[in-house]
C-alpha cells in the first residue's frame, strides 16, 4: 500500500492511539507533521519517528481554532510543498457519567474537539488538496468510534459527537468527490492505552472494568494503536483512490 511521499498531518498525535498512527505511516514512507496540544508529548513522538529513519516534524496546535489550524496546515505546505490526507484522530470525551450531570462546558469540549476541528480541518485543508498538482486531490480520514453506531450507556454526548463524526464524514465524501478529495473514517473499539480510557470507564479502569468491555468484543480483545494505524494505512494510499465515503469498524465484531 504506497504512501511513499505523501504530505500527513496527524492530529493528537503525542500518544495513543495517535502516535501509533504517526509512526506507523512514517515507517511507510510518508511525510508526518505530529500536531498535538501538549508539546512536549508531541515533539517527543516527532523526534523517535527521525530517530528511526522517518521524516517528521510536530507541530503544536489547539484543533479547536481556526487562525492555529491553518497554520498547521501552511507548516505543512513550507515542509513538504504539498498536503495529501488529513487524519483528524484529536479526540476527547466527558467522564462516562449519567447525561443529565454532564456540564455544558464538558459538552462544549467534546463537540469542540470531536466535531467543530473537522469543520476547521475542511476549511483549511481543502484549498491546499485542490491545489495539489494534476488534480491529484488528497484524502481526509477521521477517527470516530463504535460509540457512533453502537453507544454505551453514560457517554451519551460523547456517542452523539462521534455520530456526527460518521455522517459528517459521508457528507463530505459526496461533496468533495468532483475535487478527487476522498473522505473516510475509522471506528475503533475501546482501547485502555489511550489517555481517555479511563474517562469512558468512569474514573477507574480496573481489571472489572477492563473485563466488562472485552466481554462485549467477540474477538475477545481490545483494539491497539497499530490496528487502527493499519486502516489508516490503507485509506491513505494509492490503492484505496476508489475509496471513499465507508467507514471500517476496527473492533473485533463489536458492532455486528
Not at 484529536?90 to 467522564?95: D, E, K, P, Y
Request: aromatic residues 6%; glycine residues 10%; neutral net charge.
Amino acid at each position: 500500500m504506497n504512501i511513499a511521499g505523501k504530505s500527513i498531518i496527524v492530529t493528537g498525535a503525542g500518544n495513543g492511539i495517535g502516535e501509533g498512527i504517526a509512526r506507523h505511516l512514517a515507517a511507510q514512507g510518508a511525510r508526518v507533521v505530529v500536531n498535538d496540544i501538549d508539546a512536549e508529548r508531541g515533539e517527543r513522538v516527532a523526534q523517535a519517528i527521525r530517530a528511526e529513519g522517518g521524516t517528521a516534524a510536530f507541530f503544536r496546535t489547539d484543533v479547536t481554532r481556526r487562525a492555529e489550524v491553518q497554520q498547521l496546515v501552511d507548516e505543512a505546505l513550507l515542509l513538504y510543498g504539498r498536503l495529501d490526507a488529513v487524519v483528524n484522530n484529536a479526540g476527547w470525551t466527558h467522564r462516562n457519567k449519567p447525561l443529565l450531570e454532564v456540564d455544558e462546558d464538558e459538552f462544549d469540549r467534546v463537540y469542540a474537539v470531536n466535531v467543530k476541528s473537522l469543520y476547521l480541518t475542511t476549511l483549511c485543508a481543502v484549498p491546499a488538496m485542490r491545489a495539489n498538482p494534476g488534480g491529484s486531490g488528497g484524502s481526509f480520514i477521521n477517527i470516530a468510534s463504535t460509540a457512533g453506531i453502537r453507544p454505551r450507556p453514560g457517554l451519551t454526548w460523547y456517542n452523539g459527537s462521534k455520530g456526527a463524526v460518521i455522517t459528517t464524514s459521508k457528507s463530505m465524501a459526496a461533496e468533495l468527490g468532483p475535487d478527487n478529495i476522498r473522505v473516510n473514517c475509522i471506528n475503533p473499539v475501546f482501547n485502555p492505552d489511550t489517555g481517555l480510557a479511563a474517562e469512558f470507564a468512569g474514573g477507574t479502569l480496573d481489571e472489572a472494568a477492563r473485563a466488562r468491555f472485552r466481554a462485549s468484543i467477540p474477538l475477545g480483545r481490545f483494539s491497539t494503536a497499530r490496528d487502527v494505524a493499519h486502516a489508516v494505512h490503507y485509506l491513505a494510499s494509492d490503492e484505496a483512490s476508489f475509496i471513499s465515503g465507508v467507514c471500517i469498524e476496527v473492533d473485533g465484531a463489536r458492532c455486528v
